[in-house]
């Protein structure tokens, strides 16, 4: 089975400093990977999915995140966090065709 | 961009009372799931459905039941509540962008407390 692992469930960064954060994945076959942010009192908002088109990317809002087969892993990046960027992020892993596992979720502050 | 409304946003019940969490979404999507969200914990999907009179159980058991008679519509019924059911319910719909795998959009979500 499919699973995702998020190491660090928070983070805490300065304004303007680099933001990264780990997403390990375990899959049998070619994953289909996300990273989802979730705001306060809101639902999920897709930052960026991983297709197998290309390793690295881009995302909304500055984020990216680079595909590493070897080491399975799909960590999520930002060059210089901005206090808009707190919230909680989830890393997920496609089972199928239609279902999504979802990791633990980190939650990142940032302080001025 | 995907437009999916829940409501009510909170809602706070007693024992044993019977609830429906609304679910509508405009865009069309055929796909639509219900995850289920415990604080600090990941989203477990609960239920979904492939299209109009398709319903599934997902990944964790629920005692909650849910209906598509319409595409864009995909309530959740409890039928008799209890403070187990305490969480957050979130609903999500998605529409087939490539020949393997979905982007699933989502709403906002209800936070249920059951007394």
């Known amino acids: 089975a499919q699973s995702v692992t998020q190491l660090g469930s928070h983070v805490s960064v300065s304004e303007g400093a680099l933001v990264l954060l780990r997403c390990n994945y375990s899959?049998?076959?070619?994953?289909?990977l996300f990273w989802y942010v979730q705001y306060p009192n809101q639902g999920l908002q897709l930052l960026l999915k991983?297709?197998?088109?290309?390793?690295l990317v881009k995302g909304i809002n500055g984020f990216e995140a680079e595909f590493k087969k070897s080491e399975t892993s799909f960590h999520l990046t930002k060059p210089s966090a901005h206090m808009s960027d707190a919230a909680e992020y989830f890393c997920?892993?496609?089972?199928?065709?239609?279902?999504?596992?979802f990791g633990t979720g980190t939650r990142l502050q940032v302080f001025p | 961009e995907a437009d999916i409304y829940q409501t009510p946003r909170y809602l706070v019940i007693g024992t044993g009372k019977k609830i429906t969490l609304e679910c509508s979404q405009t865009?069309?999507?055929?796909?639509m799931y219900w995850y289920q969200q415990d604080p600090g914990m990941e989203l477990h999907l609960i239920h979904y459905?492939?299209?109009?009179?398709?319903?599934e159980k997902g990944d964790l058991s629920s005692e909650s039941t849910v209906s598509r008679i319409r595409t864009e519509h995909f309530p959740l019924t409890l039928e008799s509540a209890r403070p187990s059911h305490t969480s957050q319910y979130l609903c999500?719909?998605?529409?087939?962008?490539?020949?393997?795998?979905?982007?699933?959009?989502f709403g906002p979500g209800t936070r249920l407390t059951v007394l």
């Open positions: 991983y297709t197998s088109a290309a390793t």
């Open positions: 459905s492939y299209g109009v009179n398709s319903t």
């Open positions: 899959s049998s076959v070619p994953p289909y």
């Open positions: 999500a719909s998605s529409d087939p962008a490539s020949a393997f795998t979905d982007t699933q959009y």
């Open positions: 865009m069309g999507h055929d796909k």
């Open positions: 997920a892993v496609s089972e199928d065709t239609d279902k999504l596992i």
